[in-house]
């Protein structure tokens, strides 16, 4: 048997258990694949990522749901970086680079005005695919009816290194109502029937935010509901760029607020840029240390 510390650490706020909580493990590089899932599994959040050596970056880190691997996590790589910090593994370093499965991405940390760490964590270009099933299906399957979703906007797949489905809401009061069943999404998204569901809309709770969101997992990660999205609400922004400011920008900066339905109310920046025929996607937030625990699985 081995036992395996994990670090407990929330991403997008400042108080611990608000946020969107991640398991850590450092130095995993003597852990096999298969042991990372049974970590990931007993850990039960949406992510647990494993801080590994790169010979191409600085870092490395896998994330695993529950269920699978995922190419990204926004608030595991939050919940790492101020992981590595608290631990003194950083040094002095203030801007690096991490290799993911979506990629190599840079990292920056910065001090807020409040004096709390913001880390700031560039994403892949985005990505977008048409969405072709049943919009009234697809209502029904989060507790909607098909009159709750945007008339304008489109339902589209798309990705900063995950993909979820973004599908825009008519307005906040509908948020509440929403029951998932997410067993229903395979079936619903035929183009992609791995990817999570993404609801949001313009209305926000806070005046300072730009766009209210709820996201719903994919049956096979294990989980229901990620509090606080940090690649969705990437994507969510090139979408913003997209479709609804229509290219007409140079530089956006976006707040996206998330969690409020489950109590755990979070914030991400995010940041968006022209480049030539694509977007450059930044999200910033914080993150919080909440404990060190340990997980027991059977060595191989």
Avoid at 112 to 133: R, V, Y
């Amino acid at each position: 048997m081995k036992s395996i510390p994990v670090y407990h650490i929330e991403a997008f706020s400042k108080e611990p258990n608000k946020g969107n909580p991640a398991g850590v493990v450092f130095h995993a590089d003597h852990l096999t694949e298969k042991e990372m899932q049974e970590i990931a599994l007993r850990v039960g959040f949406n992510e647990t990522a494993f801080a590994l050596q790169s010979e191409v970056a600085d870092f490395r880190i896998r994330y695993f749901t529950p269920g699978h691997e995922t190419n990204l996590c926004g608030h595991a790589t939050m919940a790492t970086v101020c992981g590595l910090q608290t631990k003194g593994l950083l040094g002095e370093k203030r801007e690096f680079t991490i290799e993911t499965k979506a990629g190599i991405l840079p990292i920056k940390i910065t001090t807020g005005s409040e004096n709390e760490i913001l880390i700031t964590m560039k994403h892949a270009s985005p990505q977008f695919e048409e969405f072709k099933g049943s919009r009234k299906d697809l209502a029904n399957s989060i507790g909607l009816e098909e009159t709750d979703l945007h008339e304008d906007l489109p339902i589209v797949y798309g990705s900063t290194g995950a993909w979820t489905l973004l599908v825009p809401i008519q307005g906040l009061h509908a948020f509440n109502k929403m029951e998932p069943d997410i067993k229903q999404f395979p079936g619903i998204l035929k183009e992609m029937p791995t990817s999570s569901v993404h609801p949001f809309c313009l209305e926000t709770y806070d005046v300072n935010a730009d766009m209210h969101a709820r996201h719903f997992s994919s049956p096979y990660s294990g989980t229901l509901e990620d509090p606080v999205t940090g690649t969705a609400s990437g994507v969510m922004g090139a979408f913003f760029a997209r479709y609804i400011q229509n290219d007409n920008f140079n530089e956006l900066n976006l707040i996206v607020e998330q969690g409020h339905e489950i109590g755990k109310d979070g914030r991400v920046l995010v940041h968006i840029s022209k480049n030539t025929d694509t977007y450059d996607v930044e999200i910033t937030g914080t993150a919080v240390y909440v404990k060190r625990f340990e997980v027991t699985i059977e060595g191989e």
